[in-house]
C-alpha cells in the first residue's frame, strides 16, 4: 500500500516538473495588443459582432479585418476607446448607444419553455420548465441574445433601474 502511494506520488511529481519544463521552453507568446483590447470589451462573449466571442473580435480588430465598432455592448464608449487605442478614427454616426439595457421578463407572457435561458451566455437567467423565468440583474451584460429566442416576446431590453449601486451624476447643465 505504502509502496503504492509512494510511486504515484513520485510519477506526479515527475510529469508536474516535465510539464512545468516544458511550459516555459514551448510557451506560444501571444499578440499583447490582443490581450489589451480582450481586457476592455465586456466578456459577455455573446456573438452579435460576428465573430467566436470577445477574443475572437479582438484579434479581428488587432488584424484589421474588423472596425472598433463591431461590438454593441460596448456602445460608442468602447469603440472610442479602442480607436484611441490603435489611433484610428472612427465614425460613431451609425452607432446607437441609448445607454447600458439589462432584460426584463414579462412574467405574463413568460410560458417557461427555458430557450432564453439556453442562449444566455453569462447564465444571468433563472427559472426553469413551465416557471416564470427572471434575470439576475448583476449578471446580465445587455447582449440582447435572448430576446430573438423567446416565442412570446415576454424579454424586453430595458435601461439599467436607478438603484443606489447604479447611480451616477448627472453632468452639470453647460451655463
Same mark, same amino acid.
Not at 472612427?90 to 446607437?96: K, N
Not at 435561458?117 to 435572448?146: L, M, W, Y
Given at each position: 500500500m505504502i509502496a503504492a502511494i509512494l510511486s504515484l506520488t513520485l510519477l506526479g511529481a515527475a510529469l508536474g516538473i516535465i510539464l512545468g519544463v516544458a511550459n516555459k521552453f514551448l510557451q506560444v507568446e501571444g499578440n499583447p495588443l *490582443?490581450? %489589451? #483590447?480582450i481586457a476592455m470589451m465586456p466578456g459577455s462573449n455573446c456573438g452579435q459582432c460576428g465573430f467566436? &466571442?470577445?477574443? &475572437?473580435a479582438a484579434a479581428a480588430i488587432a488584424d484589421g479585418t474588423a472596425a472598433p465598432t463591431c461590438c454593441p455592448p460596448g456602445g460608442k464608449s468602447l469603440a472610442t476607446a479602442i480607436a484611441a487605442k490603435l489611433g484610428l478614427t472612427v465614425d460613431l454616426s451609425a452607432m446607437s448607444d441609448d445607454g447600458p439595457k439589462i432584460?426584463?421578463?414579462s %412574467? %405574463? #407572457?413568460c410560458i417557461g419553455c427555458c430557450r432564453c435561458s439556453k442562449v444566455c451566455p453569462t447564465d444571468a437567467i433563472i427559472g426553469a420548465a413551465?416557471? *416564470?423565468h427572471n434575470v439576475f440583474r448583476e449578471a446580465c451584460t445587455g447582449c440582447s441574445s435572448c430576446i430573438e429566442k423567446c416565442p412570446t416576446e415576454a424579454l424586453v431590453m430595458k435601461p439599467v433601474p436607478v438603484t443606489l449601486?447604479?447611480? *451616477?451624476m448627472p453632468k452639470p447643465a453647460a451655463a
Amino acid at each position: 500500500m505504502i509502496a503504492a502511494i509512494l510511486s504515484l506520488t513520485l510519477l506526479g511529481a515527475a510529469l508536474g516538473i516535465i510539464l512545468g519544463v516544458a511550459n516555459k521552453f514551448l510557451q506560444v507568446e501571444g499578440n499583447p495588443l *490582443v490581450d %489589451e #483590447l480582450i481586457a476592455m470589451m465586456p466578456g459577455s462573449n455573446c456573438g452579435q459582432c460576428g465573430f467566436p &466571442g470577445c477574443s &475572437g473580435a479582438a484579434a479581428a480588430i488587432a488584424d484589421g479585418t474588423a472596425a472598433p465598432t463591431c461590438c454593441p455592448p460596448g456602445g460608442k464608449s468602447l469603440a472610442t476607446a479602442i480607436a484611441a487605442k490603435l489611433g484610428l478614427t472612427v465614425d460613431l454616426s451609425a452607432m446607437s448607444d441609448d445607454g447600458p439595457k439589462i432584460a426584463m421578463v414579462s %412574467e %405574463e #407572457l413568460c410560458i417557461g419553455c427555458c430557450r432564453c435561458s439556453k442562449v444566455c451566455p453569462t447564465d444571468a437567467i433563472i427559472g426553469a420548465a413551465k416557471q *416564470v423565468h427572471n434575470v439576475f440583474r448583476e449578471a446580465c451584460t445587455g447582449c440582447s441574445s435572448c430576446i430573438e429566442k423567446c416565442p412570446t416576446e415576454a424579454l424586453v431590453m430595458k435601461p439599467v433601474p436607478v438603484t443606489l449601486q447604479h447611480w *451616477v451624476m448627472p453632468k452639470p447643465a453647460a451655463a
